[in-house]
């Protein structure tokens, strides 16, 4: 009898198990920063954007917007938003939506956006998905930064960093 009793609540344990992994949202996390030389990468000058607006955005092959979150980086530069549901077959990106520094507030053509990819059903090792870095740019480049670009290329050239 209690072997029957086993039998049958073993299925129903890993479906619950199961089930509680689903309800558990998919975490988008990455940095938003300004790349305050134009380097194309987080360089000597860049500083990371506290309070820059983020979101993330999914939707089927059809145009109809499934998912939608938006959020805030803290003081870092960091920002770690939660997507609920199964996103399999669709097509979601985080993208970096503003910034709030008076200068530098250019989207930069190397990190606007980035595609991600919101299942379970893809291998993830846990509920994380971190994107690359955002940035974004000044209007206008500091005195400095010529400076700045002929050190960095000066040190590549020599092999260092």
């Known amino acids: ?15 619950l198990v199961e089930g509680s992994a689903q309800s558990h949202p998919l975490v988008v996390k990455g940095r938003v920063f300004c790349d305050a030389c134009h380097a194309g990468h987080f360089s000597r000058s860049s500083f990371y954007l506290a309070g820059a607006k983020v979101g993330v955005q999914c939707g089927s092959s059809q145009g109809h917007v499934t998912a939608y979150v938006e959020g805030k980086t803290g003081p870092n530069g960091e920002f770690s938003l939660p997507v609920g549901g199964e996103h399999e077959g669709e097509y979601c990106v985080a993208l970096v939506l503003h ?37 974004f740019t000044p209007n206008r480049l500091a005195s400095f930064c010529a400076s700045e670009v002929a050190t960095e290329e000066g040190s590549n050239i020599l092999g260092g960093e």
């Open 99 to 135: 910034s709030p520094h008076p200068t530098c507030n250019l989207l930069s053509q190397h990190g606007a956006f980035a595609t991600v990819l919101l299942t379970r059903n893809a291998g993830l090792a846990d509920d994380v998905i971190n994107t690359g870095p955002f940035a």
């Open 1 to 15: 009898m209690a072997l029957r009793a086993l039998l049958f609540l073993l299925p129903l344990a890993a479906f």
